[in-house]
């Protein structure tokens, strides 16, 4: 294409506000009827059907929805089946020789799993785990990167029926052992090291503190990533993955059956107070969900190549690298590193190398690309891509642009997925062979799912207006309550827009967000107090503490200010006791607190010291002010500030 040419395209695509999905894409699609919202609509609840109907169930169901105990929502109930079973096992007839896990390390080094090794390694693993005492309904914590034995140590707990707790292994020590208190796990699997940016990370010392912190005994098992380059000593109740499976060398294990509702896994996610979130997640609700759309809305067939480059270690990696694309029998690729090393180029590369057909990854990375250049991607031929996507935050039209033009040759359709751990999967998106692509906006809600945009009062606003992200349908893959804690389960997801005395129920995900005269919604952000850093959530109150924890540091808020990589990025404004100065010494303490007790993705971006920060006769700090601060903005309202004049010298300090 000639400079002209490519200029003409570019001024083209800056002015398009809609895009129809591409011809070639629709005529393959597995879901291309418009119908079918209405469909879902008019078969509500038992449109669900659809969903389980993509799993084998041992037994089937009684009951498509059981809302007696509202909000404790029941999927599939009387239904039995494994997850493993269904990830790995039923495939093996005829798809036992066909890749289920393609892996890459940062380093080059490849391992591919079919499905008859995977099941072979699941199996193994399971009878392993039998062996040193797991039982059924025990939780294992995982504190893992990238690296095949999490999601063969996933499926082996599954197998057995003792749900998992995966830790993100970029979380801190203090993280792992809160973690692992809440729930009273006395089983972790970790491994000795893994590889960033060519260095190899030692990850057994940041699991031996966390253990330092957890109140039980506790048993490990350690997967050798490092290989002889890195000896490690494994301590007392800590075992080698390699020589634990030796020892259970082709066993096979009976997939326990389980129960629909029973629990398939906890993940741990930030909210507003403190404590993290143990969201629980079942066995048949959530995988018919995961599979149901990964099938609708990914378009992931058997034959595919589909890679999700999320971490394991969230939401998005559990749903959409592991369970629905196994569950599916497709190829699902995990790559261990970053997207920039060697070379900026390493996912078209990944992409060109295995053929991928579907390619689902965040904005804050696509942002990234953006920044590099198309030099990197046009060194690649990126002809297999089929489908885009994006999760995690909202994305702005001109990423949208440019991944549309520069990874998907105007060829593939982009979804743009809202969802949340708590959902456990895709809520509010278009579905690429029907809706128009509307840059920046999500879409309609998913066929099925009941979402709108209300004001503060529960009506709806008008189009265009801002108001709050509400789900007023339960769903199939729908968490059915935080872990011990059915009470914060309510006051957190159902007290703000619900009616008990009517008996109207409806979800509150804490979004905020506007809808267009189609019925579109575009995602505005959080509007409680989490960060989204690149696309992870951070509780303000979590790095709060560990500011506070430091030596010297009297009180402090932490807010997210925008960044244009990041999404947001950490700000926080610290207030000193006496006797302690305003130093660079000062400022390192907190970046090494915040980074000791949550992870390096805590980094604060900017620190403030403050004599006062801004608060309400009430004494709550303003965060919305410290927010405008933070991105050089005009300030909001002030007047109800109990110190109005503290905040000019905030900003003074802030220049
Ligand atoms: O604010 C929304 C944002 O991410 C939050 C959920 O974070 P988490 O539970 O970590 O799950 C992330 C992966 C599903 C939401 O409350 N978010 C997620 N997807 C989008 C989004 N914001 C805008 N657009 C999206 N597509």
Redesign the pocket.
């Known amino acids: 294409m000639s400079d002209s040419e490519d200029a003409q395209l570019e001024a083209r695509l800056a002015e398009q506000d809609a895009f129809e999905p591409p011809e070639s894409f629709v005529e393959q699609a597995n879901v291309s009827d418009p119908g079918i919202y209405e469909a879902f609509e008019d078969d509500w609840p038992e449109c669900w059907e659809r969903a389980a109907e993509l799993l084998d169930w041992e037994r089937d169901y009684d009951e498509v929805l059981d809302d007696v105990e509202e909000p404790f929502y029941e999927w599939f109930t009387g239904g039995k089946l494994n997850a493993s079973a269904n990830c790995l096992d039923r495939h093996l007839a005829d798809r036992g020789d066909e890749t289920a896990i393609q892996w890459e390390g940062e380093l080059g080094d490849t391992r591919s799993f079919s499905y008859a090794e995977l099941h072979r390694e699941v199996n193994e693993f399971a009878a392993a785990l039998r062996s040193i005492g797991i039982e059924e309904d025990d939780v294992v914590t995982m504190y893992m990167p990238m690296i095949p034995e999490l999601p063969i140590a996933m499926l082996a707990c599954a197998r057995i029926g003792a749900p998992h707790s995966v830790v993100f292994a970029g979380f801190s020590a203090d993280a792992l052992a809160t973690r692992m208190n809440a729930a009273d796990s006395e089983y972790l699997i970790t491994c000795d090291g893994y590889y960033r940016r060519g260095d190899a990370l030692d990850h057994l010392s940041k699991a031996n503190d966390g253990l330092d912190g957890v109140e039980h005994d506790a048993t490990t098992v350690v997967v050798d990533r490092l290989g002889p380059e890195s000896e490690h000593d494994l301590g007392e109740n800590q075992l080698d993955y390699d020589e634990l499976v030796a020892d259970h060398e082709g066993e096979t294990v009976d997939p326990v059956t389980r129960d629909a509702e029973d629990m398939l896994f906890l993940m741990y996610?930030s909210g507003t107070t403190g404590t993290p979130k143990g969201v629980k997640h079942t066995t048949g609700g959530y995988l018919s969900y995961v599979a149901w759309t990964a099938h609708a809305v990914l378009d992931v067939k058997p034959e595919d190549t589909y890679w999700c480059a999320a971490d394991i270690g969230?939401?998005?990696g559990h749903s959409y690298i592991v369970y629905g694309p196994l569950a599916l029998g497709t190829t699902t690729v995990m790559y261990e590193g970053t997207p920039d090393y060697p070379e900026k180029d390493r996912l078209w590369e990944i992409v060109e190398t295995y053929g991928v057909d579907q390619l689902y990854t965040a904005p804050t990375a696509i942002r990234a690309f953006m920044k590099w250049g198309e030099t990197y991607p046009d060194r690649h031929d990126l002809s297999s891509l089929r489908l885009l996507g994006?999760?995690?935050?909202?994305i702005n039209p001109r990423a949208w642009k440019w991944y549309y033009k520069h990874i998907g040759g105007e060829e593939c359709p982009i979804v743009?997925?809202?969802?949340?751990?708590?959902t456990g999967g895709m809520m509010i998106t278009t579905l690429p062979a029907v809706g128009e692509m509307k840059p920046g906006s999500?879409g309609p809600p998913l066929p099925g799912v009941s979402a709108d945009v209300v004001d503060e009062s529960g009506d709806p606003v008008a189009a265009g207006e801002a108001g709050y992200v509400t789900v007023d349908r339960p769903w199939p893959g729908m968490l059915r309550t935080l872990y011990r804690n059915d009470d914060r389960f309510v006051s957190e997801y159902w007290e703000g827009y619900s009616d008990p005395e009517t008996d109207e129920w409806v979800y509150f995900?804490?979004?905020g967000a506007k809808i267009d005269d189609d019925g579109y919604i575009t995602?505005l952000?959080?509007v409680d107090d989490v960060i989204?850093v690149s696309?992870?959530?951070l509780g303000t109150m979590e790095i709060e503490s560990a500011v506070v924890g430091v030596e010297g540091v009297a009180e402090a808020a932490a807010v997210g200010g925008d960044h244009d990589l990041k999404g947001e990025a950490v700000y926080v404004y610290a207030i000193l006791e006496d006797g302690y100065e305003e130093s660079e010494e000062m400022e390192q303490a907190i970046v090494d607190g915040v980074t000791e007790a949550i992870g390096p993705i805590a980094r604060p971006e900017r620190i403030v010291f403050t004599p006062e920060l801004p608060k309400t006769r009430s004494g709550k700090i303003m965060r919305r002010l410290l927010v405008d601060i933070a991105n050089s903005e005009e300030l909001g309202d002030t007047s109800t500030l109990r110190n109005p004049d503290v905040v000019s010298d905030i900003q003074e300090r802030s220049r």
């Open positions: 996610t969230w939401i998005t994006t999760v995690g935050e909202p743009d997925t809202w969802w949340q751990t708590e999500a995900p804490e979004d995602i952000g959080r989204n696309g992870h959530r």
